[in-house]
T-cell receptor, first 110, second 114 residues
């Protein structure tokens, strides 16, 4: 079983839609969870960073962690064409390395 | 702060040639990483370093070498380039020794080996 699983999509939504991106992970020791956004031909940029369970909100973005089901989610409200990118989840289990999902490609259509 | 910078942005190599990908960070992070990213395959860790003079292999180290003589710089060396090394290479840095596990990435180097 892979440590982090992420549906690769692609996901296409109309502008203004609520987007839900999800990952599952296998190691219950993971404590830190991140979402990265990667625009085409650019490096990944950190979008959200949460510790343990619960929700974290930043503008139109909400990151959610459910440790009981080993499930992490990113919600985007009122999605915009500028949100079109690949979104990668990542988690860290106490070591110096991150474990990344393969990314979900999102397109928001005007 | 410039963050993490990488040079060159693009490079075309012939099979058997060698090159060094440069990476520099100005955030005083002790930890640095090299990844490669192939379409649909996610990020794969090549090598990482937890401080000057200390390096360790990641998931896909074959065909690559690294060194870390300063905190700021972490060059990646490709010896005898092969078509399988055609990829986009990202350098990243972080500071888990100070409780910050998130990694910050450079803009990438797009390498083609023909």
């Amino acid at each position: 079983q892979k440590e982090v699983e992420q549906d690769p999509g692609p996901l296409s939504v109309p502008e203004g839609a609520i987007v839900s991106l999800n990952c599952t992970y296998s190691n219950s020791a993971f404590q830190y969870f991140m979402w990265y956004r990667q625009y085409s031909r650019k490096g990944p940029e950190l979008l959200m960073y949460t510790y343990s369970s619960g929700n974290k909100e930043d503008g139109r973005f909400t990151a959610q962690v459910d440790k009981s089901s080993k499930y992490i989610s990113l919600f985007i409200r009122d999605s915009q064409p500028s949100d079109s990118a690949t979104y990668l989840c990542a988690t860290q289990g106490g070591s110096e390395k991150l474990v990344f999902g393969k990314g979900t490609k999102l397109t928001v259509n005007p | 702060n410039a963050g993490v910078t990488q040079t060159p942005k693009f490079r075309i190599l012939k099979i058997g040639q060698s090159m060094t990908l440069q990476c520099t960070q100005d955030m005083n992070h002790n930890y640095m990483y090299w990844y490669r990213q192939d379409p649909g395959m996610g990020l794969k860790l090549i090598y990482y370093s937890v401080g000057a003079g200390i390096t360790d292999k990641g998931e896909v180290p074959n065909g690559y070498n690294v060194s870390r003589s300063t905190t700021e710089d972490f060059p990646l060396r490709l010896e005898l380039a092969a078509p399988s090394q055609t990829s986009v290479y990202f350098c990243a840095s972080s500071s888990p020794d100070r409780g910050s596990y998130e990694q910050y990435f450079g803009p990438g180097t797009r390498l083609t080996v023909t």
